[in-house]
């Protein structure tokens, strides 16, 4: 018997609307990136990337057609993603002030001080 009883049928529908909203999020970032948002500028950074990323992993990647397994790991992935960033931006952001280098600053500041 075949592994798949009944063929799936796809479109160029979804691929060409993913790619749209690429280049969408692309002249977005671009855009922002002209301006200045201040402490915000990185957290919308990583938020347009993130929505980047898992456009292509849940499209082009067909993650979306996959069943549970498949997205467990993919979320399981994620979450230590994200567990290394926070501990490692914890860390820094907790430092002792001695311990940082001259001229460095503290995590919590994403744009340096103006001297």
Known sequence: MAHNDHAHTHSARPYI???M???????????????????WS?????AIAA???LSVILFF???????GPSRLTLAIAFFFVL????LT???VHTRFPLSLPPGSFRSGNVVPPIQ
């Open 17 to 19: 609307l993913t790619f």
């Open 21 to 39: 909203w690429l280049c969408f999020c692309t002249v977005l970032t671009y855009t922002l990136a002209h301006k200045d948002l201040g402490a």
């Open 89 to 91: 931006l914890t860390d």
């Open 61 to 67: 990647m067909h993650l979306y057609d996959q069943p």
């Open 42 to 46: 990185f957290a919308i950074a990583m």
């Open 51 to 53: 929505a980047k990323g």
């Open 83 to 86: 567990l290394v960033i926070t």
